[in-house]
T-cell receptor
Framework: GAVVSQHPSRVICKSGTSVKIECRSL??????MFWYRQFPKQSLMLMAT?????????EQGVEKDKFLINHASLTLSTLTVTSAHPEDSSFYIC??????????????FGPGTRLTVT | GIQVEQSPPDLILQEGANSTLRCNFS?????LQWFHQNPWGQLINLFY???GTKQNGRLSATTVATERYSLLYISSSQTTDSGVYFC???????????FGEGTQLTVNP
């Protein structure tokens, strides 16, 4: 149980284009989902917290107009990287917190999406 | 915000050896999780352990919340244990997980 999927697993796009990444909780409902970014040989850094039915909360230094987050249902959150540039190339990971049942604070992570902007 | 320090940053073992990884944190927490990040980047949940002791096979973990540290024990290590081990905590007053810098474990045959 507690499976989180992401799609796509890897994407290559040209500079200036937009890319959408999907995060789904497959066997539980998640009122809250989180988006992280990880650069090579570094730890995970939280980008934003996504709450179903409301606006996302962005961490300091993360441009909300560049990284659009939508949490339209209890099982789906999307991250759109708009006008991508090479410096946006990174590993993007989402996580979800179970709404009921399991420990309420535990987070479950997706497999990640590797974005390369050329 | 809360500070999370992991030690050691790097660890090289021979297969069969035991090891202890440490996570220190600077404030009260209501969530502490240990993860193993595999070579493909997937974070594998090892333990949800804001306090107490848990065991799962060759792995066990202990969190002493009052002293603000957690330990991850790996016994009889195998080459498949190689990877990065992260500790992440959520402070009592917040909702976000803060990750440590990780311990890079290499187990040689």
């Amino acid at each position: 149980g507690a499976v989180v999927s992401q799609h796509p697993s890897r994407v290559i796009c040209k500079s200036g284009t937009s890319v959408k990444i999907e995060c789904r909780s497959l066997d539980f409902q998640a009122t809250t989902m989180f988006w992280y970014r990880q650069f090579p040989k570094q730890s995970l850094m939280l980008m934003a917290t996504s709450n179903e039915g409301s606006k996302a909360t962005y961490e300091q230094g993360v441009e909300k107009d560049k990284f659009l987050i939508n949490h339209a249902s209890l099982t789906l959150s999307t991250l759109t990287v708009t006008s991508a540039h090479p410096e946006d190339s990174s590993f993007y990971i989402c996580s979800a917190r179970d709404r009921v049942g399991r420990p309420s604070h535990e987070q479950y992570f997706g497999p990640g999406t590797r974005l390369t902007v050329t | 915000g809360i500070q999370v320090e992991q030690s050691p940053p790097d660890l090289i073992l021979q297969e069969g050896a035991n090891s202890t990884l440490r996570c220190n944190f600077s404030d009260s927490v209501n969530n502490l999780q240990w993860f193993h990040q595999n070579p493909w980047g997937q974070l594998i949940n090892l333990f949800y352990i804001p306090s107490g002791t848990k065991q799962n096979g060759r792995l066990s973990a202990t969190t002493v919340a009052t002293e603000r540290y957690s330990l991850l024990y790996i016994s009889s290590s195998q080459t498949t244990d190689s990877g990065v081990y992260f500790c992440a905590v959520q402070e009592t007053s917040g909702s976000r997980l803060t990750f440590g810098e990780g311990t890079q474990l290499t187990v040689n045959p």
